[in-house]
């Protein structure tokens, strides 16, 4: 299994980035695919989860301003984040290989991880 994230880069606050996760060794329409990021000095956290079905859920810290979707026929996972702000700036990671019940945001129950895109919000 491989996940490679893309679609990082540096924009001011306000602005927009879509991150993509492809797959491959996996089909991402049977499986919980999440995004996650980790800052400096701070702990991993997640920011968006879709379920085999497409059912979504989101971390408060972005709900409204960030949406997860998918293209099952081309097995990319992609992070819509708009109004972006400072405290959004962190090494972002797509996971899969989800291996819990309801725990989707528990970093622990994942199997797969990409190497992550970097996105950097300046005020």
């Known amino acids: 299994v491989q996940l490679v994230e893309s679609g990082g880069g540096s924009v001011q606050a306000g602005g927009s980035l879509r991150l993509s996760c492809a797959a491959s060794?996996?089909?991402?329409?049977?499986?919980?695919m999440t995004w996650f990021r980790q800052a400096p000095g701070k702990e991993r956290e997640a920011v968006g989860t879709?379920?085999?079905?497409?059912?979504?859920r989101y971390a408060d810290s972005v709900k409204g301003r960030f949406t997860v979707s998918r293209d099952n026929a081309k097995n990319i996972l992609y992070l819509q984040m708009n109004t972006l702000k400072p405290e959004d700036t962190a090494m972002y990671y797509c996971?899969?290989?989800?291996?819990?019940?309801?725990?989707?945001?528990?970093?622990?129950?994942?199997?797969?991880w990409g190497q992550g895109t970097q996105v950097t919000i300046s005020s």
């Open positions: 879709s379920d085999s079905a497409g059912n979504t």
């Open positions: 060794g996996l089909s991402i329409s049977s499986s919980r």
């Open positions: 996971a899969a290989g989800f291996r819990g019940y309801n725990a989707y945001f528990d970093s622990r129950l994942y199997g797969y």
